[in-house]
């Protein structure tokens, strides 16, 4: 087992997928934005996320943006990789190739269709988990799935695996977070969307959450950083009640259509790589396409992120690398 595991902190965005104006990968895109994503204090990214259209790729194209990606992000920006797959063996061979290649961990979800029941949910994460000794974070997306993965799986997996840092959800309750937050003990970083309908970026951070694994960021890097830093005292409260409902508006816009359609269409407006959707998710024009726009204006993002503008001192980095946090969360035996 790898001693050094990375564990997810502060605002971690999942990463849209640019495509080319004929819909072929653009890999310098990617390079692109993840210099934009570590040049304005994004802690992380997540790759291949539902944000980055994973379904929509094929197998191959997923190897090439773990092949290419992974020494491209080496010391610029930590970085977990989506690997779910339709089968089981398909998701842990992309998870071994994250591991081959040297990325800091994978990220997995349930495959979407099946509707595996809860037992066989758990199988299948500890297989994963268990299949690499790099990192390994779990998400929980049952509007996407149909399945929710149940907060005694998720503590069970913890106990079981030790490489599992971290839990992302994406849940329309606050009672899942409490029920890992409690069982977790400290041993497992837990993350939420910043989906507005959702709305569990203040209760996440209230409870001892450690951020948020958020697509606005694609955008906005230096606002979801700040509104993704832990609370650590009560100014840090104020702080983020204050900022939450200030970037409240700008969340609304990058969940104004099926996740990615809105938030790749401001990303454009911003002159960043993205390109179209694949279909069948559309493409936004028209009137709510300025919409969008207004939004982009409003917040000045266009200026506030022009090519060549000093990043301040203020946007740091939020990764932490586990050591004796990692240390003192092995695991005590089977449940």
């Not at 951070?205 to 450690?210: I, K, N, R, V």
Request: proline share 8%; aromatic share 6%; glycine share 8%.
């Amino acid at each position: 087992m790898k001693k050094s595991l990375t564990y997810p902190e502060g605002s971690w965005v999942a990463l849209i997928t640019p495509f080319h104006d004929k819909g072929n990968l653009d890999i310098d895109g990617f390079k692109r934005l993840v210099d934009f994503q570590a040049a304005n204090g994004t802690s992380g990214l997540l790759l291949m996320g539902s944000t980055g259209e994973p379904t929509s790729l094929s197998y191959e194209e997923r190897k090439v943006i773990i092949e290419e990606m992974v020494p491209y992000c080496r010391g610029k920006i930590p970085v977990f990789f989506g690997v779910t797959c339709g089968s089981t063996a398909a998701t842990i061979e992309l998870a071994r190739l994250v591991q081959e290649k040297g990325g800091d961990g994978i990220m997995v979800v349930i495959p979407p269709y099946i509707a595996p029941p809860q037992p066989a949910v758990y199988e299948y994460l500890k297989s994963v988990c268990q299949s690499v000794d790099i990192a390994v974070a779990v998400y929980n997306n049952p509007a996407r799935v149909i399945v929710n993965i149940d907060p005694s799986t998720i503590l069970k997996l913890l106990n079981e695996c030790p490489n599992l840092v971290a839990d992302k959800e994406a849940v329309p309750g606050v009672a899942q977070l409490a029920s890992v937050m409690e069982g977790g003990k400290g041993c497992l970083r837990l993350l939420c969307c910043d989906a507005p309908n959702y709305a569990l970026t203040i209760p996440t951070l209230g409870m001892g959450g450690h951020g948020t694994a958020n697509v606005t960021g694609n955008v906005a890097p230096r606002e979801m950083a700040e509104l993704s830093r832990p609370w650590r005292s009560w100014e840090d409260v104020v702080t983020g009640r204050e900022l939450y409902f200030k970037y409240l508006p700008l969340m609304k816009a990058a969940y104004s259509a099926t996740n990615p359609v809105a938030i790749k269409a401001m990303v454009k407006l911003m002159g960043l790589p993205a390109g179209d959707p694949r279909p069948p998710l559309p493409t936004i024009e028209g009137d709510k396409l300025k919409v969008l726009d207004e939004v982009v204006h409003r917040f000045k993002l266009r200026e506030r992120y022009a090519e060549g503008r000093e990043v301040p001192a203020s946007a740091e980095k939020m990764n932490v690398q586990a050591t004796p946090f990692q240390e003192a969360c092995e695991p005590q035996g089977t449940t």
